[in-house]
């Protein structure tokens, strides 16, 4: 599984614009599109593109944009 960590403290940023950000990012680095984004428990967030998934062991403002395999499409919330 390869994942790009990005940081973005702006709080005039809605999360989503923010993990558009490290997608396009994600793309560009690696070539393909990821269909996982990690975010801090704290933070709710949907995205029509990815799976998104709340886990304790990310911080704050904090997007672990990734691409697991075992993940069927890609294009499902949590």
């Known amino acids: 599984m390869t994942y790009l960590a990005w940081y973005d403290d702006d709080r005039k940023k809605p999360a989503r614009e923010k993990i558009d ?3 396009n990012r994600f793309v560009e680095k690696y070539g ?3 269909n996982l984004c990690l975010v801090n428990e704290s933070e709710s967030v949907k995205h029509d593109d990815l799976v998104v998934k ?4 990310v911080a704050r403002h904090t997007y672990w944009i990734g691409y697991d395999q075992t993940l ?3 294009a499902a919330c949590d």
């Open 21 to 23: 950000e490290a997608v």
């Open 32 to 34: 393909y599109s990821p």
């Open 54 to 57: 709340p886990v304790h062991r």
């Open 72 to 74: 069927a499409g890609g």
